[in-house]
């Protein structure tokens, strides 16, 4: 069976490379290439692939919220995440969102091609330190254990936005973020933005925000 594959990375380059390496598979075929997390929700209707090869921080709709759109709009469409991201605010939005997996770009070309045809059969597929983290998130305590939405609105405020642009980003109400951080605060034990960043970065839940 041939696996056709659509790849969402906002770098050109990542885009032609990876097109060049699973093009050189007879049972791998790549039927489009999106930019930005918009752009991929437009070609996932208008190419139906197999799998998305999906990047996570992108320029406007992140991978995610993109995922979970294409999730709701085409279930058949199996979307793998492949990310330079390992951290809690990365990992947990996208599998709540619906990824069938989560590869990290330093992955071997050989596991990434075999990691596309499992996804493409439904199957889960993790990268090592991926699925520890998931395993360390699900043993934390549930008194103090943030929830996923609460992991996203937190590593946006690490990467330095204000609550309205985080509810335009995460389109929900400026209210819900309020709700959120001052859930996660509790949960923390802290009393304001910086120093829940603080803590959560100190506890490994958020990575130091990067571009």
Not at 53 to 68: E, I, S
Not at 94 to 117: F, N, Q, W
Request: hydrophobic share 45%; charged share 20%.
């Amino acid at each position: 069976m041939t696996v056709h594959i659509l790849i969402v990375d906002d770098h050109p380059v990542v885009r032609f490379g990876l097109r060049g390496m699973l093009e050189a598979y007879d049972d791998l075929r790549v039927v489009g290439e999106a930019g930005s997390g918009d752009e991929a929700i437009v070609l996932a209707s208008t190419t139906r692939p197999d799998v998305v090869l999906m990047d996570l921080r992108m320029p406007g709709t992140d991978g995610a919220t993109a995922t979970a759109r294409i999730r709701q709009e085409h279930p058949g469409i199996r979307v793998l995440v492949l990310t330079t991201y390992e951290g809690d605010a990365d990992i947990l939005p996208a599998i709540e969102a619906g990824a069938t997996g989560y590869l990290l770009k330093d992955t071997p070309i050989g596991t990434l091609t075999d990691a596309i045809r499992a996804a493409a059969r439904g199957e889960t597929v993790l990268a090592p330190p991926v699925a520890a983290r998931l395993v360390t998130h699900l043993q934390t305590p549930a008194g103090e254990q943030l929830t996923p939405r609460e992991v996203q609105v937190l590593g946006l405020v690490a990467r330095g936005l204000s609550n309205s642009e985080i509810g335009r980003q995460l389109y929900i109400g400026e209210a819900t973020v309020k709700t959120h951080l001052l859930r996660t605060f509790v949960k923390l034990g802290v009393n304001d933005r910086t120093a829940a960043v603080t803590v959560a970065l100190s506890r490994g839940v958020l990575t130091s925000p990067q571009r």
